[in-house]
């Protein structure tokens, strides 16, 4: 390991993990309540009982802890994706695993499924939509000995345009009440009132993380195209199978647990691509930690833009992230 | 003691095509062999074979006596590099891109490279001419020297085996000479078996201690010998379809080839 190297990947973690912990404070500090952050050690140790007690604790930190989850496992799973499709368009969504989920929560909603097995339904029809996809993209491409890429993006494209057609279907049809529940579900919310669903995401996220290490240097190989990363001694087939479930299964768990969040599986890894450069060791955690902050920060602006009212975050990571994302690829090529 | 590649009764099909057919040689250390034939009589083809990329209808491949189909691709790749036609784009350091061919050698929780695998590295960036870019991106350098950091990739893979794959079909004369000569002066340094695809058959003729000229038509090899006993004015004529004259290179003694066209023939 060279020396100047090892210094350079420390200082992006550290600047990393100091902006996470400042938009971390930030989204404990703002709010319709109006708690100053000067406050905020006091209540927390002494305010025991109040009432901005249990909506740092009971509200905002939750809220917090879900973002940094979802935020870090749509940035990762689309650093995977990447890695695998050597494509810069590819992310999470555009392999129809948001297109399924949508189509599942649609269905849980205008068949009212959570009203016979409660709120559970939710996460578990998207889940189960997500799943499906996977699924359907995965064997359509199987029957070929290898995994092409271009042929199971393409396929991914179709279906979640297929899906996306379904929802809108199911939403002509609807009535108004159902209408909206689907509308605010697709829009994304990190408002997750279940304790369940916020362990499963975070424990979810982090596994992710620990697993796609397991890959780090596979990927780095992959950088060199399939034949050179074969020549590497990567089994790629093998590869390329287990980072695509890893992928799918960290886009279905935010998918069904905060809706669809547009973007921050595009843009955060080719941010940190630009940063950090190609090597796969330090990108997947940088692509994690800035993608855990970027939601979190997109969260804020969310709930303080039309206070008291709050924003879908799926709205304000799309339009952040698409104009961040113009303005990036002007100033410097992008090449993955 | 057995030799560092042997090919045994080999053949391959592609959607029912022929491609090879009962292919058989071997390549002992300190040799370079080139590969020869036609467009689509399965150069490329032989080489994926080796590297296990594409699996053979049947037959049997040895490095060093150990039959391929019982290493993993790990195992292999600490045998045998391949240098491609050229190398991808990618937006690593020259540095970074040659390290990469230590990675077979990484221990299982090994997360750095070692300060050997940097030794390495930087021994063979030195041997091909390159130490002085290390630091320049693989995007921003010409073909010539990306196709020298591939050699210096895959010579840092210590292997027995330097497979390349058409290294000078983008370049240049003068890159071309330039790699050739450095492959065939690494060959004795290192003692490495070097296989080579080469669609230059003047190249070929210059550099080669043995070639094997694979037939297109059937996917047998045509002939297998020294430059002199495969390259002739027949055995051209038969395997290409194309009129040539064959002279000797007054300086290195080498065969070497002139093209007849119906163009000169009219005159």
Known sequence: ?336 | MSHTLTIENLSFRYHKKTILKDIYFSADSGEFISIIGPNGSGKTTLIKIISKINKPEKGNIYIKGKDIQTLSNRQLAKHIAVVMQSVEPVAMSVEEYVLLGRLPFFKKYQFFETAKDIALAHKYMELTGILKLKDASINNISGGERQLAAIARALTQEPQLLILDEPTSHLDITHQIQILELISSLKKTLALTVLIVLHDLNLAAEYSDRLVLLNGKNGKIYKTGTCEQVLSEKSIQEVYNTKVSIQQNSVSKRPCIFLITQNALNK
């Open chain 1, 1 to 336: 390991m060279k020396q100047n190297q090892l210094k350079h990947w420390s200082i992006i973690l550290i600047i990393l993990m100091v902006i996470l912990i400042l938009v971390s404070l930030l989204s404990l500090c703002v709010g319709s309540a109006g708690i100053q952050l000067k406050d905020i050690p006091h209540i927390l140790f002494y305010g025991n009982g109040s009432a901005d007690h249990s909506i740092l604790l009971g509200i905002r930190l939750p809220r917090i802890i879900l973002g940094l989850a979802i935020g870090g496992a749509l940035s990762l799973a689309g650093a995977l994706l990447q890695g695998i499709f050597k494509n810069p368009l590819v992310e999470p969504y555009t392999l129809g695993i948001s297109g399924g989920a949508s189509l599942g929560v649609c269905i849980n909603i205008l068949f009212k499924f959570y009203s016979k097995i409660g709120i559970i339904a939710y996460p578990l029809s998207g889940f189960l939509g997500a799943s499906l996809v996977i699924f359907l993209v995965y064997y359509l491409n199987n029957r070929t000995r290898d995994i092409q890429s271009n042929r199971m993006l393409l396929t991914g494209v179709m279906i979640s345009y297929v899906a996306s057609s379904l929802v809108m279907l199911l939403m002509a049809i609807s009535k108004s009440d159902d209408l909206q529940n689907i509308v605010l579900w697709i829009m994304g919310s990190l408002d997750e009132p279940s304790p369940v669903l916020i362990k499963m995401a975070v424990f979810g996220s982090l596994a992710g993380l620990v697993l796609s290490y397991c890959f780090c240097f596979d990927l780095n190989a992959l950088l060199l195209g399939e034949d050179e990363a074969a020549n590497l001694g990567v089994n790629t087939t093998r590869t390329k199978k287990y980072l695509f479930i890893l992928a799918s299964f960290l886009t279905g768990l935010s998918v069904s647990v905060a809706g669809i969040i547009m973007f921050a599986g595009l843009i955060v890894p080719h941010f940190m691509r630009m940063i950090a450069g190609p090597d796969h060791r330090i990108l997947l955690i940088s692509s994690f930690l800035a993608g855990a902050a970027f939601l979190v920060l997109c969260d804020v602006i969310a709930r303080i833009i039309i206070s008291p009212l709050e924003l879908p975050v799926g709205v304000i990571t799309g339009i952040i992230g698409g104009i961040i994302f113009i303005w990036a690829l002007s100033k410097k090529q992008v090449t993955l």
